[in-house]
């Protein structure tokens, strides 16, 4: 069982910047890709970012030129580096591991609001 603890969320003015860490208890080059999901209420969770194990990355569009996505496999934790931040990137933020065999463990979630 892989345990997935994420940090780094908070307020943020508009324009500001967060990073979030996702740190495992295991090895996470076991995993096919680490994603960062965020949800708000009364909405679909939403696939933000995607690191492979290959090191291949893959953003939302509404995310693109502004969120980073990377993984230090040394200390099995990833990261999201988010920058100009907007109101409507207000969500709670969570970490996702998924196998070859597409099995999820999820993170408990970290709340990021932006607000003025």
């Known amino acids: 069982q892989v345990q997935l603890v994420e940090s780094g969320g908070g307020l943020v003015q508009p324009g500001g910047s967060l990073r979030l860490s996702c740190a495992a208890s295991?090895?996470?080059?076991?995993?096919?890709?680490m994603n960062w999901y965020r949800q708000t209420p009364g909405k679909q969770r939403e696939l933000v970012a995607q690191i492979t194990r290959y090191g291949s990355t893959n953003y939302a569009d509404s995310v693109k030129g502004r969120f980073t996505i990377s993984r230090d496999n040394a200390k099995n934790t990833v990261y999201l580096q988010m920058n100009s931040l907007k109101p409507e990137d207000t969500a709670v933020y969570s970490c996702?591991?998924?196998?070859?065999?597409?099995?999820?463990?999820w993170g408990q979630g970290t709340q990021v609001t932006v607000s003025s």
């Open positions: 295991g090895s996470i080059s076991n995993f096919y890709a």
């Open positions: 996702n591991a998924r196998t070859d065999l597409v099995y999820d463990y």
